[in-house]
């Protein structure tokens, strides 16, 4: 109950400082085991902005996940975007983590370096991405955590430009399916104007 609370706490506290347009990210993630370490998932995602009400664009993930044993793990995710009356993009990203535990809380510390491809005159930028992930577990099938996630500009310019704040909760119904919901702060930093887009995240996943 307490960890609710302080999940509470954080999510309200964020709010105060929220704008008023909303987007939502909602996707279904189908994920099957390859071997004992090694994980295969597609995940479309589905945006909607202007306070959920108008379809943003979609993209799709593909995602293989080794685990490399004491704790250790490695993930390659590639992501296509398909936006309306706009070109193609596309992502690459790189991560590699690592998770320790002590009683019911556990720490996942994640670096990822985020590689924007230039397709038809399109130039995203590239980032080092430095997440910090903090859960709670319990016997219940409600497990509340916390994320921060500075972004550090890297294409010759190396700046931190970014930060994403994501409190939010799984709810694990059985050993196939689970929710995943978040409420996600992002702020620009360095950057001109300031901005802060607030995003529910919406992940249904299961497991084949």
Do not use: C
């Amino acid at each position: 109950m307490k960890k609710i609370l302080f999940l509470f706490l954080v999510v309200h506290s964020l709010l105060l400082h929220a704008q008023d347009d909303y987007i939502s990210w909602s996707s279904f993630q189908l994920q099957t085991d390859l071997t004992d370490k090694s994980v295969l998932s597609v995940k479309p995602i589905f945006r909607h902005n202007e306070n959920l009400s108008r379809y943003q664009n979609m993209s799709v993930d593909i995602i293989f996940k080794q685990n490399l044993g004491k704790g250790w793990s490695g993930q390659l995710l590639s992501r296509s975007w398909f936006i309306p009356d706009s070109d193609y993009r596309h992502f690459i990203f790189f991560d590699i983590a690592n998770t320790f535990g002590k009683n019911q809380t556990k720490v996942t510390n994640r670096l990822r370096y985020h590689w924007a491809f230039e397709i038809a005159g399109n130039t995203d930028l590239d980032f080092f991405r430095w997440a910090t992930n903090i859960s709670f577990f319990n016997k219940k099938k409600l497990r509340p955590y916390v994320t921060i996630e500075p972004w550090l500009r890297a294409d010759g310019i190396y700046q931190f430009q970014l930060i994403r704040y994501e409190p939010g909760i799984k709810w694990i119904f059985n050993e196939k399916l689970s929710l995943d919901f978040q409420y996600r702060i992002e702020k620009t930093i360095n950057r001109e104007p300031d901005n802060q887009v607030n995003v529910f995240v919406i992940n249904l996943l299961y497991k084949i």
